[in-house]
T-cell receptor, first 113, second 115 residues
Framework: EAGVAQSPRYKIIEKRQSVAFWCNPI?????LYWYQQILGQGPKLLIQ????????DSQLPKDRFSAERLKGVDSTLKIQPAKLEDSAVYLC???????????FGQGTRLTVV | AQKITQTQPGMFVQEKEAVTLDCTYD???????LFWYKQPSSGEMIFLIY??????QNATEGRYSLNFQKARKSANLVISASQLGDSAMYFC????????????FGQGTELSVKP
């Protein structure tokens, strides 16, 4: 079974530039999550989708971050414009309708300089 | 407020010995899940073990066991017979089932296994 796919693995941009991350969840998983993990901290939820609807985006900085999940499958997370404090690993995860477990991708490490 | 606390920023253990990583949680929910994930330097989050709040038996998965004490709100991870490959960050997480299923993570514990 293929896992959660994320790209790119690494990205370096200058502040005020824009960047986009892509996630392909495990086939059939209805729920998709984006987490931000700042160095030395645990992951923090940015946004959660159920199929293509948003369940929780309470911690998403909506002035600069946006996310979409078209057709309830792939998802894109965008940052525009990026700030230095956005440097982090962005983790995508998905989970099935039944069962408690979430499956994580390898993450995208973003460095803003 | 929902919160996970891991009080050990770093731990050392000798190879082949057992080690306990501490985790306490705060929730007013009755139904929730507790998880441990391993994060090696490559960055992926690897699922280790799960305990449901209504499970009476402590969960075990191979060398991993979860010491669940509900009254104390603790969910410590025990790794038996440590291996060099166990060196990594370990995160405790909680999933309150009435909040859409998101995971709330602790700050993590860095485990170093010495040969």
């Amino acid at each position: 079974e293929a896992g959660v796919a994320q790209s790119p693995r690494y990205k370096i941009i200058e502040k005020r530039q824009s960047v986009a991350f892509w996630c392909n969840p495990i086939s059939g998983h209805a729920t998709l999550y984006w987490y931000q993990q700042i160095l030395g901290q645990g992951p923090k939820l940015l946004i959660q989708f159920q199929n293509n609807g948003v369940v929780d985006d309470s911690q998403l900085p909506k002035d600069r971050f946006s996310a979409e999940r078209l057709k309830g499958v792939d998802s894109t997370l965008k940052i525009q414009p990026a700030k230095l404090e956005d440097s982090a690993v962005y983790l995508c995860a998905s989970s099935p309708e039944t069962g408690p477990r979430a499956f994580f991708g390898q993450g995208t490490r973003l460095t803003v300089v | 407020a929902q919160k996970i606390t891991q009080t050990q920023p770093g731990m050392f253990v000798q190879e082949k010995e057992a080690v306990t990583l501490d985790c306490t949680y705060d929730t007013s929910d009755q139904s929730y899940g507790l998880f441990w994930y391993k994060q090696p330097s490559s960055g992926e989050m690897i699922f280790l073990i799960y305990q449901g709040s209504y499970d009476e038996q402590n969960a075990t998965e191979g060398r991993y066991s979860l010491n669940f004490q509900k009254a104390r709100k603790s969910a410590n991870l025990v790794i038996s017979a440590s291996q060099l490959g166990d060196s990594a960050m370990y995160f405790c997480a909680m999933r309150p089932y009435n909040q859409g299923g998101k995971l709330i993570f602790g700050q993590g514990t860095e485990l170093s296994v010495k040969p």
